[in-house]
Structure formats: structure tokens, C-alpha cells
């Protein structure tokens, strides 16, 4: 497509509920990437993909989130167990390797009640 | 660690003032660096970036030089609009150019 797109736009969930978060890279990126916005704040790293393999995840906050890449295009960001301090705008970017490049999508704002 | 740290906000501003927003960096090697600027509702877009030390990024008015003596990349505009307002955002790419680490952010303000 276009651009990255990322559903949904908006998620609330109640704490201890399980999310998933869709992102649609640009068509040909193979690297794509997760970010986490807290209100006020810049992004900070969560993971990143080449292709199909995830080559850095030490941005996860904890075991309750999980980020896969089955087929090299689209990625899920899972939250399991929802918890208040998960509420955040997740950012996906993608990008072509070696390139100065990202394009972010519009992002997910997840609140957590 | 690597770090970005860019003054705080907001900076409010009248229309057509000259506009500087300081930001310093902490990595390891000579990263490259990059503005990035969100408006209101909207995703992060780039704004300008410089590769080397002494490149000077440049894009809709705004400039930012690589200083690598002083590890700063200040973002300046001479005149500034309304429609500049937006949150800007100064971040580094690391040597493996798989992560960008960026700043807190800062809120413009532009008042016509």
C-alpha cells in the first residue's frame, strides 16, 4: 500500500483483557518496527523484524507482550492480560534495509479502564 | 546509554518569530540524526535528517546541522507559521540502523 496502515485506530480494553494490534507495512519493506508512546513522551523501541525473524525484541516491556511476523508482511502486537500502565499509542514503522527511512503509521491509542 | 535530550515544551511563539529547538545526543560511533514532526491527530512524519558531521538537514524552512564536537543537531526555522505548530521529535539511528532512539519531544506553539 501507500503507507503503513495500523488497526485498530482506537482499542479500550478492560485490565486483564487480551489485544491484538494490526500493522500493514508498506509493500517491500522488509524491516518493520514496534514503538511505544506513552502520553507526553517520544517513542521508545519495542521490537524489530527483517522479513520473517524477529531480530531484536529487548524493547518488550515484559512476557505479557508478544509481537510475531508470520509471512514477512503483516505483524501483530499482542497484549496479553492488560494491565493500566499499558495504555500508550503503539507506533508500527516499516522500511527498506540500509535506508535512513522509516514511515510510521498513524499509530493504535490503547487505553486500559 | 544511548540517549536524545531536546528543551522541554511547549515554546510558544508569534507568527514569523525565529524558532531554535536545542538537542543533544548520547551513542556510541557517529549515528545519524533526524527531526521528526507530529501534528495534531496525525503520525510521525520526517521532517530532516543528516547523515555526517558538519551535513546540514534541511525541508520546509527548517534546518538542523550535525555538530559532532558538541553532539547536537538544534532544529531552527527563521519565521515560523501557525501551521507549524506540532510536536517535534530529535532521534539518532544506530550504527546498525535497526533502532531510532528518540527525544521526550517538543510541543510548538505558533500564535498568529
Redo the contacts between chains.
Keep these: 500500500g501507500a503507507g503503513v496502515s495500523q488497526s485498530p485506530r482506537y482499542k479500550v480494553a478492560k485490565r486483564g483483557q487480551d489485544v491484538a494490534l494490526r500493522c500493514d507495512p508498506i509493500s517491500g519493506h522488509v524491516s518493520l518496527f514496534w514503538y511505544q508512546q506513552a502520553l507526553g513522551q517520544g517513542p521508545e523501541f519495542l521490537t524489530y523484524f527483517q522479513n520473517e525473524a524477529q531480530l531484536d525484541k529487548s524493547g518488550l516491556p515484559s512476557d505479557r507482550f508478544f509481537a510475531e511476523r508470520p509471512e514477512g508482511s503483516v505483524s501483530t502486537l499482542k497484549i496479553q492480560r492488560t494491565q493500566q500502565e499499558d495504555s500508550a499509542v503503539y507506533l508500527c514503522a516499516s522500511s527498506l534495509p540500509g535506508s535512513y527511512g522509516y514511515t510510521f503509521g498513524s499509530g493504535t491509542r490503547l487505553t486500559v479502564v | 546509554g544511548n540517549s536524545?535530550t531536546q528543551m522541554e515544551g511547549p515554546v510558544t511563539l508569534s507568527e514569523e518569530a525565529f524558532l531554535t529547538i536545542n538537542c543533544t545526543y548520547t551513542a556510541t560511533g557517529y549515528p545519524?540524526l533526524?527531526w521528526?514532526v507530529q501534528y495534531p491527530g496525525?503520525?510521525?512524519?520526517?521532517l530532516l535528517?543528516a547523515?555526517k558531521a558538519d551535513d546540514k538537514g534541511s525541508n520546509k524552512g527548517f534546518e538542523a546541522t550535525y555538530r559532532k564536537e558538541t553532539t547536537s543537531f538544534h532544529l531552527e526555522k527563521g519565521s515560523v507559521q501557525v501551521s507549524d505548530s506540532a510536536v517535534y521529535?530529535c532521534?539518532f539511528?544506530n550504527n546498525a540502523?535497526?533502532?531510532?532512539?528518540?527525544?521526550?519531544?517538543t510541543r510548538l506553539m505558533v500564535k498568529p
Excluded at chain 2, 496525525?42 to 520526517?46: D, K, M, S, T, V
Design positions: 536524545v545519524s533526524f521528526y496525525e503520525g510521525l512524519q520526517l535528517k547523515t521529535f532521534a539511528l540502523g535497526n533502532m531510532l532512539t528518540f527525544g521526550g519531544g
